[in-house]
């Protein structure tokens, strides 16, 4: 089955600076990769996703590049704000396998 | 738009007792919903994947006895916890994926969870 690792598990910014969570994937069928954002207490939410027939998606401060030779994705914000501190997880997922593997998660603080 | 609600937001139950919990697509129809289990700082661990007007596929190591999972309609899908014991104290949520054109299957959106603590 597929099997997703994510680094880093941990990672702290300073306001205003970039940071990047990277993943990568086993499956080299895979050709959807989601990533949600989860607050304290809360349900994951979707934030960004790319499917493979790109290589890069961008929304505002959030872009994510995919790289299916290397079969690894990230996540890139920039211009962080304290609002953005949250737990970041990626998945991979393959139309037809009917679920998604998730990454263990990224904590972001963004210091004010 | 794609909202997801679950009900209840928290519950807390003596140990023996059944918990029902609901997931709600508010502003789609859903042909397929998820059920995981997240324990504090750990990844989403998907229990059960469940089709409208079908028997819910469970995932290794997951009693379906236990875990009841019903998708009545194609926006109402409950899981109930049937004899809850405290290690079954955990946060659950429900993910609705909704029926679209092919090609865009995949989107999940996720409801805000379910605090179960059983005493």
């Known amino acids: 089955g597929e099997n997703v690792e994510q680094h880093p598990s941990t990672l702290s910014v300073q306001e205003g600076d970039s940071a990047v969570i990277k993943c990568t994937y086993s499956?080299?069928?895979?050709?959807?990769f989601p990533w949600y954002k989860q607050e304290l207490g809360k349900g994951p939410q979707l934030i960004i996703d790319?499917?493979?027939?790109?290589g890069e998606k961008k929304d505002q401060r959030i872009a994510v590049t995919l790289n299916k030779t290397a079969k690894h994705f990230s996540l890139h914000i920039t211009e962080t704000q304290p609002e953005d501190s949250a737990v970041y997880f990626c998945?991979?997922?393959?139309?037809?396998?009917?679920?998604?593997?998730f990454g263990d998660g990224t904590t972001l603080t963004v210091k004010p | 738009g794609a909202v997801v609600s679950q009900h209840p937001s928290r519950v807390i139950c003596k140990s023996g007792t059944s918990v029902k919990i609901e997931c709600r697509s508010l502003?789609?129809?859903?042909?397929?919903m998820f059920w995981y289990r997240q324990f504090p700082k750990q990844s989403l661990m998907l229990m059960a994947t469940?089709?409208?007007?079908?028997?819910?596929?469970?995932e290794q190591g997951v009693e379906k006895d236990k875990f009841l999972i019903n998708h009545a309609s194609l926006t109402l899908s409950t899981l109930t916890v049937t004899s809850a014991h405290p290690e079954d104290s955990s946060f659950y949520i429900c993910?609705?994926?909704?029926?679209?054109?092919?090609?865009?299957?995949?989107?999940?959106?996720f409801g805000p969870g379910t605090r179960l603590l059983v005493l």
């Open positions: 790319i499917r493979s027939n790109v």
């Open positions: 469940s089709n409208e007007g079908s028997k819910a596929t469970y």
């Open positions: 993910s609705a994926a909704p029926l679209r054109l092919a090609g865009d299957e995949e989107t999940q959106y």
């Open positions: 998945a991979a997922r393959y139309t037809n396998a009917g679920k998604s593997t």
């Open positions: 499956d080299s069928a895979s050709n959807y």
């Open positions: 502003d789609f129809q859903a042909t397929t």
